[in-house]
């Protein structure tokens, strides 16, 4: 029987990437995300690489439908074992250009919704006495970006979550793990570029945030996610990893 992997935010970029890096390494994929096109799009790329997906649409913000969907994926494709909380998005504002309704919207997609889908995955897991929660953070956890207030404390709450979750059941067989990626090249950063004045300037200023030069790839991310779901990372637990091309060791 096979092992199933919940992966938010599979739609597009990371997520993608992700729910194809575990479907090609045996995983189950089942894949939740608002967009139910993309969602069918990387359901069948994974299909036809000789993977198994499948796709949920849902609102991740709406603790009804997180608990419904989840409940459906257990029963339809199997308890998770394995949940990678990816679906996220940005604010380029500081707190005196951030209204009441920005503020709420991304802390409700970035920190609310994780919350819920691990409340609700949560007891599958220990009814079985295992599984991996996976957080995909940012650097924007770890220190303070220019212009990005909401979104800063979203990946700083997303750290805390994952160590109160790791704190409250290692000793029931969980873990749980974030991830902090530096810019990483996505449909995400694409949309930012093409909107900019200069969009080959912008993309020059992004890479070179990133002491190697360059963005990070979604598969880079995807990877980091794999060896620590898999059985070499059964050590990595409360920890946020950081994976930002040295971004934040300048
Ligand atoms: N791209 C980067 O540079 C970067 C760096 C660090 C962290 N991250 C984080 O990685 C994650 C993915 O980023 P990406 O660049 O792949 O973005 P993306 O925009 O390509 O993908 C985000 C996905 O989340 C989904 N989503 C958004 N709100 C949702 C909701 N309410 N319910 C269900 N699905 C929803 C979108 O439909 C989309 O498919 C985000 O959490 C982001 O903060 C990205």
């Known amino acids: 029987m096979s092992t199933v992997a919940v992966v938010t935010g ?18 189950d994929v089942a894949m939740m ?65 951030t209204s009441d309704d920005d503020w709420n919207r991304v802390l409700a997609v970035n920190l609310t919704g994780p919350f819920l889908t691990s409340r609700a995955t949560l007891p599958l897991m220990l009814d079985r006495g295992k599984g991996v929660i996976i957080n995909i953070a940012s650097v924007a956890g770890q220190i303070g970006l220019a212009r990005r207030a909401a ?17 409250d059941h290692a000793h029931e067989g969980i873990r749980c793990v974030a991830i902090c990626p ?16 200069d969009p080959v300037a912008a993309r020059q200023a992004m890479a070179a945030r990133q ?29 946020a990893l950081i994976l930002d091309g040295g971004m934040t060791a300048a």
């Open 151 to 167: 979104y800063c404390a979203s990946k700083a709450g997303l750290v805390g979550l994952t160590r109160a979750v790791a704190v």
């Open 33 to 97: 995300d608002l967009d139910g096109a993309g969602l069918n799009e990387t359901g069948n790329r994974i299909r036809q690489a000789g993977g198994k997906a499948f796709g949920f649409p849902v609102n991740l913000i709406e603790p009804l439908a997180v608990g419904a969907v989840t409940r459906e994926i257990a029963v339809s494709v199997g308890t998770p074992e394995v949940l990678v909380n990816v679906a996220g998005i940005g604010l380029n504002a500081n707190v005196l250009e």
């Open 182 to 197: 530096g810019t990483v090249e996505t449909e995400w950063i694409g949309k930012i570029l093409a909107s900019a004045p």
């Open 211 to 239: 002491l190697d030069g360059r963005m990070g790839s979604p598969d880079e991310v995807a990877a980091m996610v794999a060896f620590v779901a898999g059985p070499d990372g059964r050590f990595i637990n409360g920890a």
């Open 10 to 27: 599979a739609a597009s970029g990371i997520g993608r990437a992700v729910a194809e890096r575990l479907a090609g390494d045996g995983y």
